[in-house]
């Protein structure tokens, strides 16, 4: 697949992802768990906790970490699975920041930390998405949603970024 196949899955995802954000801020209480279907390989997602805090020890608590699980189930073995995650943090103005990353993996159970560092700016509803796009025989596609409120006021001065840990 070319580099701008890749970019229009994006942008497919990331539409698809704010449309639903828009629709309605209870879609993370009804979704939970999201499977994805691939052909000969699947893929469930969860997020199970989000959380805001001072996480890079600056002194300010305005940063934000999601904890999510992704589990595959393959029909071939251990040959690797290849997806896509698209990971984004909604403050409640709208504001968004957002990652991408690919994943190549022979693992059957990832257990995954997501860091936004200076990124809990402002009080109100926040919203974690996370958008996988799988390639198996077939694409599959699926968006989790989590939301939570970090309380206080804006403070953060420092340049926003994201650290993804395995």
């Known amino acids: 697949m070319s580099f701008m196949t890749y970019r229009k899955l994006i942008k497919i995802a990331l539409i698809a992802m704010i449309s639903l954000g828009l629709l309605t801020n209870s879609l ?39 904890n999510f699980t992704i589990n ?14 698209i990971i984004v943090l909604v403050l409640p103005s709208g504001r968004y920041f957002c990652y991408y990353y690919r994943i190549n993996t022979a693992e059957t159970e990832i257990d995954a930390t997501m860091v936004f560092i200076n990124q809990a700016l402002e009080p109100g509803w926040y919203d974690v998405y996370i958008v996988c796009i799988l390639y198996g025989e077939e694409i599959g ?5 989590y939301t939570f409120d970090p309380p206080g006021d804006d403070t953060g001065t420092d340049p926003p970024k994201g650290e993804l840990t395995f």
Do not use: W
């Not at 390989?41 to 989000?50: E, F, P």
């Not at 595959?72 to 896509?84: H, L």
């Not at 596609?141 to 949603?145: D, N």
């Open 72 to 85: 595959i189930v393959k029909e071939n073995g251990n040959q690797p699975v290849t997806f896509d995650l």
């Open 141 to 145: 596609f699926g968006i989790e949603c």
């Open 28 to 66: 993370a209480a009804v979704l939970g768990e999201t499977t994805i279907d691939g052909g000969d390989v699947s893929l469930t997602m969860n997020i199970y906790d989000a959380f805001y805090g001072d996480l890079d020890n600056d002194g300010v608590e305005d940063d934000a970490q999601a």
